[in-house]
T-cell receptor
């Protein structure tokens, strides 16, 4: 089955730094979602993107739906310790109810 | 409003044993899903139920069966557990609509010895 490629796989950053991660696919998606998973918990939706080129913010988080519809980007500004976790992208195509998930980016924040 | 709940939270089985993972949602969502998460693999869809009374295979259905008991509940059964089924299992639900935002439960951590 297809999975989306996320990069980087892991990041170690200092508190206050900005973070960028991306997700790429060989297929076109109509919707892109970004989830965060805390240790021992299920993923929680952060941002949803519905149109190519769309730029959406949620607090310190900003995500973009790539123009080609084959990629998406997530930026976190001024990172804080509670940003630690695994970030997943997910794509939806057509009218199917099935999401395709990325492999995840693990974020560690040091003080 | 509890969202999506899963039981049990942890389970250890011996090879060949059977068990059922339970999932319930109180958001009146039409669609429900079962995923497994393995290290470095992200989430892979096992089965889903687009609406009450229907179920369909996902990416990795072998070794599993599901039952959509009613609109609220969607269970996952392992008939004869194998070590390859050691994983973290997540249930999710979403409302029917164009955007399919899925809400996840806390997960069941299953170890098969």
């Amino acid at each position: 089955g297809q999975q989306l490629n996320q990069s980087p796989q892991s990041m170690f950053i200092q508190e206050g730094e900005d973070v960028s991660m991306n997700c790429t696919s060989s297929s076109i998606f109509n919707t892109w979602l970004w989830y965060k998973q805390d240790p021992g918990e299920g993923p929680v939706l952060l941002i949803a993107l519905y149109k190519a080129g769309e730029l959406t913010s949620n607090g310190r988080l900003t995500a973009q739906f790539g123009i080609t519809r084959k990629d998406s980007f997530l930026n976190i500004s001024a990172s804080i310790p509670s940003d630690v976790g695994i970030y997943f992208c997910a794509g939806l195509t057509g009218t199917a109810s099935k999401l395709t998930f990325g492999t995840g980016t693990r974020l560690q924040v040091t003080l | 409003n509890a969202g999506v709940t899963q039981t049990p939270k942890f389970q250890v089985l011996k090879t060949g044993q059977s068990m059922t993972l339970q999932c319930a949602q109180d958001m009146n969502h039409n669609s429900m899903y079962w995923y497994r998460q393995d290290p470095g693999m992200g989430l892979r869809l096992i089965y889903y139920s687009a609406s009450e009374g229907t179920t369909d295979k996902g990416e990795v259905p072998n070794g599993y069966n599901v039952s959509r008991l009613n609109k609220r509940e969607f269970s996952l059964r392992l008939e004869s557990a194998a070590p390859s089924q050691t994983s973290v299992y997540f249930c999710a639900s979403s409302d029917r609509g164009p955007y399919n935002e899925q809400f996840f439960g806390p997960g069941t951590r299953l170890t098969v010895l």
